[in-house]
């Protein structure tokens, strides 16, 4: 049977402009950007999930909203069970401590910046909210 993983990211906004983070270059799918956030580990609910991942790669705390977007996409090996939720940024300031770069970029700017598959439907989604 294919592996699934639970995946959750936070989709943040300010002044019109959303979070986007790139991935390590020694992680899977090395310096694709990427909306912040992570693994749901197992008995996790997604917003709790989403908070720890976002303390722990960037050393911030969100209020997790709703959710806006839910995408399944099979990559070799693996599905990926993807849900973005909209997050509001409560404490920062963002550090790098697990991600590569950070940047605040407008919707119209995101395809200058590379993302994993499962990501650019998220992405296509969200353009055409």
Request: hydrophobic residues 40%; aromatic residues 8%.
């Amino acid at each position: 049977m294919r592996r699934k993983i639970r995946v959750v990211g936070a989709m943040i906004e300010q002044d019109g402009k959303y979070l986007i983070t790139q991935r390590p270059p020694r992680a899977s799918l090395p310096l694709l950007w990427e909306f912040p956030g992570g693994r749901v580990e197992a008995g996790e609910s997604d917003p709790a999930a989403l908070a720890r991942e976002l303390r722990e790669e960037m050393a911030i705390g969100v209020e997790v909203g709703d959710r806006v977007i839910h995408v399944e996409h099979a990559y070799e090996g693996y599905d990926i069970d993807f849900c973005v939720y909209r997050c509001r940024l409560v404490t920062g300031p963002i550090q790098n401590l697990r991600v590569h770069a950070h940047r605040w970029v407008r919707p119209d700017e995101l395809d200058q910046y590379e993302f994993p598959a499962a990501d650019e439907k998220t992405i296509a989604k969200l353009l055409g909210l």
